[in-house]
């Protein structure tokens, strides 16, 4: 187990949609990798919901649908990786963190 603010090792592997973590694999969905792999892009930086939306499914615009679906999406990767390495920046978007809190 990950002590406190303990790095820990993400390797995505988007040719597999496998996302390794401290070694362990984890299949992700083609959406779910396209949402981690723009998130470690920007790690350490807050990532706007309607950025999310377009690099995933290419609507300009959020609206109560495409908001559904983005929530729906986050919380599967959370289930998948820990809720700790995906965090919502309120009102904004969401931002990656690899470390343990």
Not at 8 to 23: A, G, M, P, Q, R
Not at 58 to 64: G, I, Y
Request: hydrophobic fraction near 35%.
């Amino acid at each position: 187990m990950n002590t406190i603010n303990e790095k820990i090792f993400l390797c995505l592997d988007t040719k597999n949609h496998n996302l390794l973590i401290n070694n362990q694999e984890i299949y992700l969905t083609k959406q779910e990798m396209l949402l981690v792999a723009l998130l470690m892009e920007r790690q350490g930086y807050c990532v706007k919901s309607e950025e999310i939306e377009y690099h995933i499914w290419e609507h300009d615009s959020m609206d109560f649908d495409c908001l559904h679906r983005l929530k729906t999406l986050i919380y599967a990767v959370r289930k998948k990786i820990g809720k700790q390495h995906i965090k919502n920046c309120h009102g904004f978007g969401y931002k990656i963190i690899l470390y343990n809190q």
